[in-house]
């Protein structure tokens, strides 16, 4: 039996998946963003009592920051602290998504306050024809900030007009993810550190959208996230059977931002090119994406350049081959981990606790 | 972007509720119900260890007192105080009400009590036949207190088979609503603070209810509890196309308690004599209502006397028009907003928690 | 009125489930198991860090020890020490139970801990094909620890294959409830403490089970338990229509284990012999046995032993009859009872916060 033991014990607490070249490259060390580089807590105190609605709404400053103390955050124990004591988080998910709230919820509970959780939209008035704005007057007595997701783009608009404490975006129809996008970019400044610094001091990034139908709101998201760094990239590119996917609008934000700009349904000429690939859960599309082109999913022998990333909101199917988990490619998992902290950091920011942390986290 | 952040800033902290004519009738004053009246914490002792299954359960006195202890605690910031740690409430949802549930949940969060949330009966053993007996028996390990709500009217009684902690009745088929009628005269007592005389010192109220088809059950219960403010009720009319929709239980009880009881399906006549009018959220229950005569609908045009006031429950349809909300009719807001507190008031009391609380707060 | 508050006062309060014939069986003093007989934490300890996945991981010592410290937790008020102070646990139940869900859950909760819950598996991107190994790589980030329940046997096994943090099956498919178990034993142990000698004081015990179609796999935990306790246990008697029902894997294990196994459909005839009575929630399978031989229900007439008990992991059908609730033999609300304190003292375990127990608790 003490073999049996030793088994589960193994299962239990021991990592397996370090990547087997020995890269470091999955599990970046969050500490390179805040080293001798204390973090700017009145840059953060300007999100009090902010509504997080889209990921232009940030400014550069701001989004460094955050993933400044996202990254103190995952170092330490923060619990004792208590950070946000007394505060109640709704979690209004009208379109259910179990990964997305639960990694709200988790950042909420970590850091002591408190969650009620609305799992399914079918259990509200909503689904009976409540308003959004009856539902927002509602959470004012409940709540000390909503994290909504809803199928509906005008959804946070409707909710803010009655609402008088702020509204996190965890999603909107066909509109934004901010709190997605700097997850994705806390992952990213993590790997790259030197993404902080106001010039590039490393050769400039090629990014890749790989697979565009799908939850287009977080590629869209990331992109316009990838505006504030645009010292650091050197060029945009699609790949993807549409013929422009985003619209004119992202694209002339891209150009007027210096940053190339291409959409190319050819993926084995543009792979090798990129330093970093951002996938999209559309496997989750149906049927419609099912019978697509076998290009358009990765695996550990596709044509990626040795030192490239891949980013992937999750969940996935198989347009993303689990060969991939155990190599240096493999920066999703790290992006699904620091979600948890960069949404604390936020949190925290939004409802002005930052004055809980003590001050050696600054230094 | 420092215009849009402004923007974003004003949506989330600037109430935009305030009545265009400058009225503060839609958020009375908390405080004018416990200034130089301090709370009696005897008389909600009274309360520990009881279950709460109707309105006729409670005495004037009780009624008051957890009226006051609610403006309190809505004054205050009470989390510091933790006054329900280590207390576990169940909220058993076995009819699903979105509304109900978190006003609950925030209540008891608020208070630094825990929950184990049921959402949805249909995940239950009972949806297989379990008996609520044996729920019961199990909810005697689980939790502290049981807040519940069904669609049988038998329900509370079942439960109470085996049930050795307090059950808070939060709706029962055909039943009572016991703590909503508690939050309506909760918002009655801060609108008319003199409510809580023995002896009415200003002009006797006229009572309406409009719309009688749809939860009965809330209505019922606000009408048991108002025969306690006897003495400060003229007459109440009831506005329904049913000849007799309380049947003569209720219509004896205000009789007994020489209140005037009268009904009539003549809107326009009546509408005008109301000093309170109770809506009902009648427009869910399905077509029957939807094609009912639009003189049952309330908007900003309907001939209310000028110091009205309206309750509702809520959720609302139709029947309610928003085109109210900003005026100083609007009372619904404060009701929804103050059924937290008293609820809080009414947890703090059964389950034997008053002493929490600083002794300043009592004077 | 004061009579109708009296009613519910009363209603609230008393329990109403002593046996007739003021026999103590059915509530068991759990402080038979530690007076004067310390709870040997070094044991326990054994058990951090680990996954709880099958009955047979257990050492007898680890069964005692974890029914001990369970006995302590049943008897004092522990939430003053919050000895899960900052840790979450999720509860993943893909297959719905709310009675085990929230057993669990509060468990947690009057430790202090935290919760995340996921009550509802149509809500995860599990229901769209997501991998167990993806899910349990996205838990590392969110908990300290994965409750999970799942309708597929080989479940535990898959999401263990990213998952870092201990996991405990709460009910994988036809394979295992180990924690429910841990519940039958402590059940029995309050009720015959003697069992915790190493050689039998009182005759061996003859065990039935009956009702084998349904949820075999607590039946299973339960059986593969009691080889712990071999010495104490004379013969396992199975009544059932079918000719094997567990296979010779399991009584194969009973017979080295010098324990007699039989099967057979004779209710009548064994009944009378049977000092443990384990019963199966059967009835909640549908057809198949509603038209069942009633033989194979119990109530207050069955020809039971005056001494004997019954144990039902509940929720029950009327397999079990409500008239056998007020007699000696009812063991199976103590428990149901007593599956909250031994989930209690495995999580203090398996999470590493022994410690926190005051140190006059283990003398």
Chains 1, 2, 3 share one sequence.
């Not at 049927?287 to 490239?308: G, Q, T, V």
Request: hydrophobic fraction near 40%; glycine fraction near 6%; charged fraction near 25%.
């Amino acid at each position: 039996m003490t073999d049996k033991k030793e088994r589960l014990k193994e299962n239990a607490i021991t990592p397996n998946i370090e990547p087997p070249d020995g890269s470091k490259a999955i599990r970046p060390e969050p500490s390179g963003l805040f080293a001798n580089n204390p973090v700017d807590l009145g840059i953060l105190s300007e999100l009090e009592g902010i509504s997080i609605l889209e990921a232009g709404q940030f400014s550069f400053e701001q989004v460094v920051e955050l993933c400044k103390l996202a990254a103190i955050l995952e170092k330490i124990e923060i619990w004792p602290y208590h950070p946000l004591d007394g505060k109640i988080a709704v979690t209004a998910f009208f379109e259910a998504s179990t990964r997305t709230r639960t990694s709200f919820e988790s950042a909420i509970l970590r850091l002591d306050g408190k969650v009620i959780s609305i799992a399914d939209g079918r259990t509200t008035g909503q689904a009976k024809g409540e308003s959004l704005a009856d539902i927002g007057e509602m959470f004012n007595a409940y709540a000390d900030v909503v994290i909504m997701r809803h199928t509906e783009t005008e959804a946070p608009e409707q909710m803010l007009e009655n609402l008088r404490i702020p509204l996190i975006n965890a999603g909107n129809g066909t509109g934004e993810h901010p709190t997605q996008a700097l997850a994705d970019w806390f992952a990213l400044l993590k790997w790259r550190p030197s993404l902080i610094d106001s010039e590039p001091v490393q050769a400039k990034l090629n990014l890749g959208i790989l697979g565009t139908p799908g939850s287009m709101r977080a590629v869209k998201s990331f992109l316009l996230m990838a505006l504030l760094f645009r010292s650091h990239i050197r060029k945009v590119t699609v790949i993807s059977e549409m013929a422009d996917p985003f619209g004119p609008d992202v694209t002339e934000q891209l150009r007027q931002a210096d940053i190339d700009y291409e959409v190319s349904n050819d993926v084995r000429e543009h792979l090798p090119d990129l330093d970093v690939i951002y996938m999209n859960s559309i496997a989750f599309l149906g049927d419609s994406y099912r019978s697509m082109d076998s290009r358009f999913k990765l695996n550990s022998d596709s044509p990626i350049k040795e030192s490239a990333v891949i980013l992937h909101p999750l969940a996935r199917l198989d347009e993303l081959d689990t060969s991939l988990d155990k190599t240096r490619h493999n920066l999703y998992f790290s992006q699904a981990h620091g979600a948890v902290f960069v949404r604390q950091a936020l949190l925290m920011s939004v409802l002005g606790r930052l004055h809980t942390l003590p001050d050696t986290f600054d230094t």
